[in-house]
């Protein structure tokens, strides 16, 4: 049979069905919002309404529950969760942050947008974690906090990483947006370190367009976080703020989310239990299958966690295929379509991840704010190519990402995908 790649027939022609969570309840609750005419209700001086309105108040109580964690406060995305998580340790101008390079970029720049300088760790092998021993060997005097991912929806090693944190005196921020309703040893993922940040955007597990949730169970931080959400420096002296070392990054942004949004995403927490089990089942059937090819390794999740699978990950054995990943790849998106809502991506696989973050212009040049490259002229951290070699060998070479387990994905879709690999398989001859 013909690979596709080389002018064959596709395997499989017709798309695959839309991941789509909102319905009717979001419609309603849309609805209820717009007849209220109170679209949002926050206001940006000392009042009852600093706070937000009613559904906002509601979906962080809700969120609050859900993840039986003591303060949750929405923002309107993640990447606002994370910088203001930064701003709420303190952190300072030429300060260090170990963070991982293999993340979404906005992980990284949490740390620059308060002067402190991101250095990169390197990643587990198996689960693509931050990796403990990597995180020991970058620790300074000057580093204050650990910004680490759970990605792919796979939680951190907590243990090792928190003892780590606790014996240096590091913040730990868990950036948990690929990991809503991951667990780990019956905790979940967000709530594992000393802020952890939810993300409610389209491409997330559940959504509300845009949104983030940010969670703690510390007092001191939940107060910083919803000061600097809502203009802190506006009310610090209505709030009888004067001690200076309660002034600390008090400067304050608009990150607020508005009542619509809050209606859609309370909704939505209401169906991730299920979006979540029926996740995991198609993951399941699809390790298993893929893992049949002998050129594919399948995922490997820690001991004790229960993983989200933002992606399913999993691993290219160059060695066996007898060629680079890449062209392996490439033959089995050329077999499939692709799917409904996102026609305008290609096909849901890809090889690697995103480049890794310090090979980005911003680290290359060191160049973030203004012309004299400041924060990076505070420090004399480099940013190497080699400087993270796993991170670096999966994107180049090992890693396979894919999407096909979202739930709407039939049996038969998924053995569509299956017998796609199994195709290319087959008839590697024809890549070699
Ligand atoms: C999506 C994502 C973010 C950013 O989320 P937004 O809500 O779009 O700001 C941050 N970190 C990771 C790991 C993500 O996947």
């Known amino acids: 049979m013909k690979l596709a790649l080389n002018g064959g027939e596709k395997y499989r022609s017709h798309p695959f069905p839309a991941y ?36 906002v108040r509601a979906l962080e109580s809700e969120w609050c529950e859900y993840f039986g964690v003591k303060h949750a406060i929405s923002v309107n995305s993640a990447t606002s969760g994370l910088y203001a998580a930064v701003g709420a340790c303190g952190i300072s101008p030429g300060d260090e942050v170990i963070v991982s390079a293999y993340t979404m970029s906005a992980s990284a720049t949490a740390a620059l947008i308060y002067g402190a300088i991101p250095v990169f760790a390197d990643i587990e092998e198996d689960y693509y974690c931050l990796d403990v021993k990597s995180i020991e060997s970058k620790i300074t005097l000057k580093t204050k906090a650990i910004i680490i991912v759970d990605l792919f929806g796979q939680p951190y090693d907590r243990d090792m990483i928190n003892s780590l944190a606790k ?36 491409h997330k597990h559940i959504h509300s367009g845009e949104g983030g949730i940010i969670v703690t169970d ?22 009888g703020i004067t001690d200076k070392s309660e002034l600390i990054n008090m400067v304050g942004f608009n990150y607020r989310m508005t ?34 090819i002998p050129c594919i390794l399948p995922t490997q999740v820690r001991d004790g966690a229960k993983h989200a699978f933002y992606v399913h990950p999993l691993q290219f054995d160059k060695s066996v ?46 160049i973030a704010f203004g012309r004299d490259g400041y924060p990076f ?56």
């Open 20 to 55: 789509n969570t909102i319905g009717i309840e979001e419609e309603e609750s849309v609805l209820r919002v717009l007849r209220s005419g109170k679209l949002s209700t926050y206001l940006g001086t000392w009042h009852d309404d600093f706070y937000g309105g009613p559904e």
């Open 167 to 202: 014996k240096h005196n590091l913040y730990v921020i868990e950036d948990a947006a690929q990991a809503p309703g991951a667990m780990l040893n019956g905790k979940f993922a967000g709530t594992l370190g000393d802020i952890g940040i939810y993300s409610l955007n389209y």
């Open 218 to 239: 510390d007092d001191t931080l939940a107060h910083k976080l919803r000061l600097i959400r809502n203009h802190a420096e506006a009310v610090l002296s209505a709030k």
């Open 259 to 292: 009542e619509i949004e809050a209606a859609i995403a309370r909704c939505q927490l209401k169906k991730l239990p299920d979006l979540l089990t029926q996740r995991l089942a198609n993951t399941l059937y699809l390790n298993e299958k893929l893992a049949q």
């Open 321 to 366: 295929a007898l060629m680079h990943r890449n062209r392996f790849i490439d033959a089995v998106k050329a077999e499939l379509p692709p799917t409904l809502l996102r026609e305008e991506s290609t096909v849901l696989l890809s090889y690697g991840y995103v480049k890794p973050l310090y090979l980005q212009p911003l680290y290359q040049e060191r």
């Open 377 to 432: 002229n505070l420090s004399d951290v480099t940013y190497p190519k080699g400087l993270c070699p796993i991170t670096e060998d999966m994107h180049y070479n090992r890693l396979v990402t894919h999407e096909f387990m979202r739930p709407g994905m039939s049996q038969s879709d998924m053995d569509d995908v299956v017998s796609a690999f199994k195709k290319v398989w087959e008839n590697r001859k024809e890549l070699l």
